[in-house]
């Protein structure tokens, strides 16, 4: 009989590590340990032993209690039902937990993702015919999953055939049947095994979930957020990272990106972080309006929450959940942005279940294996052509927490050596309270010239420009600073002084952006050229008046610099007619000084 | 159940040892081991095999003799009673008294390790606290729920402003007060005398219960001590519905005592020693505050967290920055120069500040102000550094108005009395007072409404 085949006994509990006697277990396999049932994965096998990582604290379990294969390996359920939910790091309901166990998470509770009961309005694809060939990702219908997201029922990657039942509309839970397929893999004439297709399938989380062809990413991800879009851009399909120390931001521009990017679907995953940025994440989206689509955006977002206090092993199980999930949305055709805030966590959990192995650490207690693992996760990012729905794609965004707000340290380089775009917090901006602290100096974006075709077209044509402009003029402003130190600031000529001045009306009129003012959490593409080019302009034309000869002091005085300053809170983005209004405000007031000037050299 | 004992013993290391024989013991168990003399030593079981099991001893496994020790397997974690009669008591990290009174009588027994809070069971925390105290209040918030540390040095005033903020803590326009717990692991006996007497006279010893671990206390014991005090602290929150603030020091002595244990073990260090979980394991203690779905008590806490050699990229501190909903910072060198409390406001942060202040809460300039006097200060910083380099007498009229600013900022609103309780309205004024020496358009962060209501200055 199979079923005692498939149990066996605990022999040892090391923490998390447990080795258990299970004849016939297979590496990756899902085990259920002892009388509490706790459920843990296999990750090494020698012999009739193997030994198991659980997702749950072991304390109490003895050696002799039973140990039982599940015949599967880690695997999420994909279907409807999963937006709008909270789910631990091995996709279990929280909500359905709070229900089962009350406020505190009980252990070896087992509940499904998906919900049982619920019905599904199913509407079958008319292009499909019985006796048709399906393939993985052949849409055989859909289901609308939220009032924004239309969930398409695909057939499973692993499933192909002849199509021999399709249901005809109607509501349907899960598990239902939908469709039959039978299989044709066999290449023989005789009739193949019969695939039963439901609304929802599983899929092992720790393998990516195929496609039909990589493409490069084509256009920015837009977050709203200026120093981003404008100067550092991430493109859809893009993988970027989020280093620095504690308080710097982090997870104020995850959320931002989570809030306020033009992607379809958002999954959030609080890896090892805050339970109460969870509870932000959970009170607020479902009041607040995407500004894309204007419904909430709760409706397109998902959440995968192991927080700091919850067990290790699952950590390093949620990243793969949410990449997962991330990956089948993407199948349906959707631009996905997962944000993993924070990689470091997951990535401690390696060293922890690598220590307790005796495995020979390399740098500060980390494996050898965690360049190649962290490169795995990141390469799930991408830009795909999927099976049966066009284009999707997954950005991936993750938070890294070095320690000591070392950048050199395993998990920050490692990370930089392969993502694409780098947004480096810094303390100093931040203990300045200058947000987003993204650091102008240490920053990149390999995606510049590709995010430029886009802002050319949709924009201005003087995006790229006016952005080379604004950096350098940043960096001089780093340089002068430096002679400031040395020699004081009377040693400063006035053009200079005036690029001090310029600098400085970048980093508070365009840079400097707060998620927590009403109007300027969210910029538009139109805005952020706006408020942009409307500081250069007023740099460049007061360049001019410098040489001429007028003092910095009379510009300084402008009444109107400092509503330049304030000029992002005081319009929204659907008011950028008004910011062009004022800017030609200011440069009639500037060409006023001009003639006077021109008036008064001709006098003398 | 039956208690198990092992004569067993084969082998000892490095405060481990090993005992045979011993079919099923749970991991994780409690241990007690008894010498020849009849002296006990404690341990716990960290890896439980078929055949033997391995005992870490937290007193250390010195002139241990293992023909003569008896070995006893507890079978139970650590258990707290739980009764209103706590309050007003003085305990040990196991919950046993200190006070010389007899041990709390109650049915209702807890462990102490506690589980993980679900997150979807969590609510936000957004109720101002007034502290009274204007760097706190004015720039850095906290609210009933939120985990907010002071980040301290040897020899800084952290217990009086901890003291401070204990005395007058209370919502705005709300005369409710807090239950204090209060967990201190391994300070010294003037330390604990100093709250013990803080207590008693501010009369608020009968809301108080005390756990206290001192210096030459074992140091294991001070693993469990914040445990032990933080499953007090929900009993107070969640089943007798009070307002609950947790305070603890040193929580740089916890983790010390942390790393004397994983060093026995053998774990694997990840940085100046400390395991690689001291992560997980301080965010085990800390994450056990918060406000929880329809339950009317919180869990607010104010950790104490000496920086050793004043390092904020020191493990402890750093750890606790990335668990906790911010920091407060305290600076030597504002203490040197006789301001108290010595906060300095650029590395401190409230993260739940947000949703905790403006209009409902406290007053609607509140957000802006901060942020006004955030920029403002950290330029006049700025500029006090290019001071200290070229000499005052180079600046600008502009940046010795900072300079300026720089000091009144010290004196006048960093710097307050020990029982000075300012009200928000007062701290807010406080700040305005300040801000108004600067020309209106330099108010940048504010409002054109808010300067047309407060700004007193002339231009
Ligand atoms: N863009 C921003 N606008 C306004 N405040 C910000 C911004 N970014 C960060 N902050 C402030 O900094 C605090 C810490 O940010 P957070 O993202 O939580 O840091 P980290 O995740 O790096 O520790 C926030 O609570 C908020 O007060
Ligand atoms: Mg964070």
Redesign the interface.
């Known amino acids: 009989m199979t079923d005692t085949q498939r149990s066996g006994r605990v022999r040892e509990i090391n923490g998390p590590i447990v080795t258990i006697d299970l004849p016939g277990v297979r590496s990756g396999e899902q085990v259920k340990i002892g009388e509490l049932g706790l459920i843990g994965e296999v990750i090494s096998l020698s012999g009739e032993q193997a030994v198991v990582q659980t997702y749950e604290s072991t304390d109490g379990v003895r050696p002799g209690e039973p140990a039982v294969g599940l015949g599967w390996p880690l695997s999420a359920e994909l279907g409807p039902g999963l937006l709008g939910g909270i789910f631990d790091g091995v996709q279990r309901p929280l909500e359905k937990i709070a229900m089962e166990s009350g406020d505190y998470i009980r252990r070896g509770l087992a509940l499904p993702a998906l919900d049982r009961t619920k019905q599904w309005d199913f509407e079958p694809n008319d292009a499909l015919e019985l006796g048709a060939r399906v393939g993985p990702g052949t849409v055989l219908g859909t289901v609308q999953e939220t009032a924004t997201i239309v969930h398409k029922v695909l057939v499973p990657p692993n499933v192909q055939g002849e199509l021999t039942e399709l249901a005809p509309a109607g509501a349907y839970d899960i598990e239902s049947t939908i469709a039959q397929v039978r299989d044709a893999r066999s290449g023989t004439t005789q009739p193949g095994p019969s695939h039963r297709l439901s609304l929802y399938h599983r899929w092992p989380v720790r393998r990516p979930r195929p496609y039909a062809q990589r493409d490069d990413g084509i256009s920015p991800l837009i977050t709203g957020q200026r120093v981003i879009d404008s100067f550092f851009p991430q493109l859809k399909g893009g993988k970027g990272a989020v280093p620095g120390p504690f308080g710097a931001g982090k997870t104020v521009v995850q959320q931002q990106v989570a809030r306020w990017s033009n992607a379809d679907i958002v999954i959030y995953v609080g890896c090892g972080e805050r339970g109460n940025e969870l509870v932000d994440v959970l009170e607020t989206f479902p009041q607040l309006e995407d500004p894309y689509t204007g419904r909430k955006l709760m409706e397109k977002t998902l959440l995968v929450a192991n927080t700091s206090n919850m067990p290790v092993v699952a950590r390093e199980a949620s990243i793969y959940i949410g990449l997962t999930m991330a990956e089948y949305y993407r199948d349906m055709g959707y631009d996905v942005v997962m944000l993993a805030d924070s990689t470091s966590r997951w990535a401690e959990a390696l060293r922890e279940v690598s220590g307790r192995l005796g495995q020979m650490p390399v740098e500060e207690g980390y494996p050898a294996y965690l360049a190649s693992r962290l490169a795995a996760v990141y390469e799930r990012a991408g830009r795909v052509e999927t099976y049966g729905a066009g284009s999707g794609s997954v950005t991936l965004i993750g938070a890294v927490s070095p320690p000591g707000g070392d950048f050199s340290e395993p998990v920050t380089s490692h990370t930089k050596d392969i993502i694409e775009t780098f947004w480096a917090l810094s303390k100093e901006l931040a203990d300045a309270r200058h947000y987003p602290s993204i650091d102008w100096v240490t920053s990149f974006s390999a995606h510049v010239h590709t995010a430029a075709e886009w802002w050319h077209e949709q924009v201005d044509p003087a995006w790229e420009p006016r952005r080379a402009q604004a950096l350098g003029l940043l960096a001089r402003d780093a340089e002068l600073a430096r002679i400031v130190n040395l020699v004081g600031p009377e040693a400063l000529s006035d053009t200079q002084r005036w690029e001090l001045e310029g600098a400085s009306l970048v980093k508070e009129g365009v840079l400097q952006q707060s998620a927590l003012d009403e109007v300027d959490t969210f910029c538009s593409p139109q805005k952020q050229f706006a408020l942009l080019d409307l500081v250069l302009s007023i740099y460049d034309q007061g360049a001019e008046l410098v040489e001429l000869g007028v003092p910095v002091s009379e510009l300084q005085n402008l009444p109107q610099l400092a509503k330049v300053r304030r000029c992002k809170s005081m319009y929204n983005s659907d008011q950028v007619d008004s910011i062009r209004s004022f800017a030609r405000e200011v440069g009639e007031a500037l060409e006023k000084i001009r003639l006077e000037y021109a008036k008064q050299n001709q006098a003398a | 159940m039956s208690i198990k004992e092992y004569r067993t013993a084969s082998e000892a290391r490095g405060g481990l040892i090993v005992v045979r024989d011993t079919?099923?013991?749970?991991?994780?168990?409690r241990v007690r081991i008894t010498d020849e003399r009849g002296e006990t030593r404690d341990g716990q079981v960290?890896?439980?095999?078929?055949d033997e099991v391995l005992i870490l001893v937290f007193e250390g496994t010195d002139d241990l003799d293992l023909s003569g020790i008896w070995v006893r397997f507890l079978d139970q974690?650590v258990e707290i009673a739980l009764s209103p009669e706590l309050l007003g008591r003085e305990f040990n990290g196991l919950g046993e008294p200190r006070d010389g009174r007899p041990p709390v009588l109650s049915n209702l027994r807890r462990a102490v390790?506690?589980?993980?809070?679900?997150?979807?069971?969590?609510?936000?925390?957004r109720e101002f606290i007034q502290t009274g105290v204007s760097t706190i209040d004015g720039l850095n918030s906290l609210v009933r729920g939120q985990k907010l540390p002071i980040f301290s040095g040897s020899g800084l005033p952290h217990n009086r402003l901890a003291a401070q903020i204990v005395r007058q803590a209370k919502l705005k326009d709300e005369d409710s007060s807090f239950s204090i717990v209060f967990a201190a692991m391994g300070v010294s006996y003037a330390d604990a005398k100093f709250f013990r007497d803080e207590f008693a006279s501010s009369g608020v010893l009968r809301n108080v219960v005390m756990f206290v671990n001192l210096a030459d206390d074992p140091p294991v014991e001070r693993l469990t001590l914040p445990r032990t005090a933080l499953t007090a602290a929900e009993y107070l929150a969640?089943e007798l519905d009070r307002h609950v603030l947790v305070v603890m020091t040193d929580m740089t002595y916890y983790a010390e005592a942390l790393r004397e244990v994983a060093t026995a073990k053998g774990?694997?260090?990840?940085?100046k020693g400390y395991p690689?979980?001291l992560?997980?394991d301080l965010?085990?203690i800390y994450?056990?505050c918060?406000r929880?779905?329809n339950?009317h008590g919180s869990i607010t806490m104010v950790p104490v967290v000496s920086m050793p050699s004043d390092d904020i990229?020191?493990?402890i501190p750093?750890?606790t920055?990335?668990?906790t909903?911010?920091?407060i910072v305290l600076s030597r060198e504002l203490h040197n120069q006789g301001i108290y409390p010595p906060v300095h406001i650029?590395?401190s942060?409230s993260?739940?500040m947000?949703d905790g202040i403006g209009k409902d809460d406290t007053r609607e300039d509140h957000?802006h102000v901060a942020?006004q006097l955030?920029?403002l200060y950290?330029?006049a910083l700025e500029t006090r550094n290019?001071a200290s380099?070229?000499?005052a007498d180079?600046?600008?009229e502009r940046?010795r108005r900072y300079l300026k600013f720089a000091d009144d900022f010290d004196q006048a609103f960093v710097g307050q009395g020990e029982s000075e309780d300012r009200s928000i309205e007062a701290t807010l004024n406080l700040a305005w007072e300040l801000m108004s020496k600067f020309p209106r358009?330099?108010l940048?962060r504010m409002?054109e409404t808010e300067l047309a209501k407060y700004y007193q200055g002339s231009a």
């Open positions: 079919p099923g013991v749970a991991f994780g168990d960290i890896r439980a095999a078929d974690p390790g506690g589980s993980a809070i679900n997150p979807a069971a969590r609510t936000y925390p969640y774990d694997v260090p990840a940085r690689g979980y992560y997980s965010a085990e994450e056990r918060g929880i779905h339950r990229t020191h493990p750093d750890l920055g990335y668990i909903e911010g920091q650029s590395p942060l993260r739940l947000k957000p942020a955030y920029a950290a330029r290019l380099i070229i000499g180079e600046l600008s940046d358009d330099m940048t409002s």
